[in-house]
């Protein structure tokens, strides 16, 4: 690979702005309100990848949001990489913790940052990490250096659970053929420390409903003497977790994998300062499992958390309510061989059964997937790191993430290949949260790595 570096400064400035533009549509694939802007950006996805030189590109329609998918065969004897990316975003809620809008991309120096990061929803999960794949692609075929076939894959829902994706891929088998799967929906240990993700946590993600009396009560006239759901919602979460931080549920760590100590061991070689951990969090503790460190509790251990809770009055003032219904959404993430539909079943079991008599429980499932742990041996891992290497000059160290992609398992099971996960963000980019933001300095590198895997991969694959 020729010039890459000199390619990408050349057209830096133009790289940023195609990226800036994609950040300014609001692809909440979550909320249907936004659902022409969600259309909207797959036809700009479109776009881009016929400007970088597929030779086909096309709007593939689905029950839910749309699939671009793209490609660029430049000789059916040569292998097939094909690249997986959403362009869908998570909403931007809270909007008051922004210090900027959050589709409204800025360009700020930062610590960690001092060439600039750029703020916006999206700007690292996943439009600037899968854009780097759209301009990793433009270099090649506008240097006539593209080694292999490709293909792209590019979904809208995977903030929803890729429900569609799963048909999609099932229903095209022959479509997205490929050798290898090429993912950045992931990061680094740090922006000078290149790693691998290797293993993934599976997902279940649920949504309870706490009835009691069939109305809103004043808190005066019944309170003590009624079930107050919210109350009740409060005590059946905590006692989810033990003294240790051991989830409670019957069943829930039946197959769970022990890794050994010598696996913990090479873990425990990856940098990582628990006090700058805990300075860039504003915490003066962590937080955990019992018995595992902040990397293991994060990565290798599945959990249980709430990510909302509410009921009742919450609005300015006050209003002595005891409310007829509570409710609360919870994620657990899983880790290989825990199967996410029986992780679900055994918390709607239990959580039903814990409920006291004065109220009803309701579980409805929302969505989830399996883990993925793929091998170091392959030739695609060989191929990233090797990549890696001559970009950072360092070699990759393979890291297991406590992210979730859940088609990940599923492209294996229909597809037949290995998933490589070359992900360039960083644990502070603040994806799902206010603030997200992708370091200019690692969005240019993504696109000068990408294209030494192609390189790589081809000739180990001779």
């Known amino acids: 690979m020729k010039n890459i570096s000199f390619y990408v400064d050349q057209h830096k400035d133009r790289f940023l702005e195609e990226l800036i533009d994609l950040l300014k549509i609001p692809s909440i694939s979550a909320d249907s309100a936004y659902k022409k802007d969600v259309l909207h950006t797959a036809e700009v996805v479109k776009t881009r990848l016929e400007e970088a030189g597929c030779d086909h590109v096309e709007i593939c329609e689905t029950a839910g949001y749309p699939i671009v998918y793209g490609e660029k065969i430049i000789d059916k004897d040569l292998p097939t990489v094909l690249v997986y990316g959403h362009y869908d975003v998570q909403p931007p809620d809270p909007l008051n913790l922004w210090n900027s809008p959050p589709f409204e991309p800025v360009i700020k120096k930062t610590e960690l940052h001092p060439e600039g990061a750029i703020f916006a929803r999206g700007a690292c999960d996943d439009k600037g990490q899968m854009y780097m794949h759209v301009k990793a692609l433009e270099f090649m075929t506008k240097t006539n250096q593209l080694p292999c076939n490709v293909k792209f894959m590019i979904e809208g829902e995977e903030e929803v659970g890729s429900s569609n994706l799963a048909i999609f891929v099932k229903e095209n088998q022959e479509k997205l053929k490929n050798d290898v ?11 000078d420390v290149p790693s691998i993700t290797t293993g993934l946590r599976g997902l279940s993600y649920v949504e309870v409903e706490v009835t009691g009396p069939n109305r809103d009560l004043h808190s005066g006239l019944y309170g ?5 759901p919210i109350n009740i919602l409060a005590k059946m979460i905590a006692s989810l977790h033990d003294e240790n931080n051991h989830i409670t549920i019957p069943g829930f760590y039946d197959k769970v994998e022990e890794l050994s ?5 090479e873990m425990a070689k990856a940098p990582f300062s628990l006090e700058a951990y805990k300075k860039s969090l ?8 019992a018995g595992y460190t902040t990397n293991e509790r994060n990565s290798i251990r599945p959990t249980l958390d709430v990510n909302g809770i509410w009921g009742g009055y919450t609005g300015e003032g006050a209003k002595t309510v005891i409310a007829s219904k509570a ?3 919870i994620s657990m993430r899983l880790v290989p061989h825990q199967d996410w539909e029986n992780i679900t079943q055994l918390f709607k079991t239990h959580f039903e059964s814990i409920a006291p008599k004065g109220v009803k429980v309701e579980v409805k499932p929302h969505h989830g997937g399996q883990g993925y742990v793929t091998p170091i041996d392959s030739i695609g891992y060989q191929a990233a790191s090797k990549a890696y290497f001559d970009s950072f000059g360092k070699t990759p160290i393979p890291q297991r ?3 979730s992609i859940p088609i990940v398992s ?7 290949s290995k998933t490589i996960l070359m992900g360039f963000g960083l644990d502070s980019d603040a994806i799902h949260s206010p603030n997200e933001h992708f370091g200019l300095f690692n ?4 696109i000068e790595t990408i294209p030494l895997f192609y390189k790589y991969f081809t000739e180990l694959s001779k």
């Open 181 to 191: 799967i090429l993912i950045s929906d992931t990061g680094m240990i740090a922006k």
């Open 410 to 416: 599923l492209f294996e099971q229909e597809l037949k």
């Open 401 to 403: 993430s406590g992210g």
């Open 224 to 228: 003590g003497a009624v079930a107050n």
């Open 261 to 265: 100590k010598e696996e913990r061991d």
């Open 443 to 446: 969005y240019f590198k993504g």
């Open 282 to 289: 504003d915490i003066d503790a962590v937080y955990g499992e």
């Open 327 to 329: 409710y609360a959404k």
